[in-house]
Nanobody
């Protein structure tokens, strides 16, 4: 059974940095993974995604500030978030796509001004 566990959220001031981590268990192949976020009253949106081959895609709102990367352990992924803004405040979710979509439990990121 595939499970995703996220960590690294928290409270940070404007301009600060956070690093989110996501580890998937129950897989034996490399799959596309991504980070999504959902702010109160808004739909869940893609933040960054990385394919099994390493191609990367970012939302325009985070380009140049956020970096997605894979870890050495199979299907681990990180999101380095720099120059954080209040509008980055949201619950961040890790996603793994095997053809079926799996989600982590979410981690809160709050950027205070």
């Amino acid at each position: 059974q595939v499970q995703l566990v996220e960590s690294g959220g928290g409270l940070v001031q404007v301009g600060g940095s956070l690093r989110l981590s996501c580890a998937a268990s129950g897989t034996i192949f490399r799959y596309p993974m991504g980070w999504y976020r959902q702010a109160p009253g808004k739909q869940r949106e893609l933040v960054a995604a990385i394919t099994a081959g390493g191609s990367i895609n970012y939302a325009d709102a985070v380009k140049g500030r956020f970096t997605i990367s894979r870890g050495n352990v199979l299907n681990t992924v990180y999101l380095q978030m720099n120059s954080l803004k209040p509008e980055d405040t949201a619950v961040y979710y890790c996603n793994l796509d095997t053809g079926r979509s799996y989600w982590g439990q979410g981690t809160q990121v709050t950027v205070s001004s």
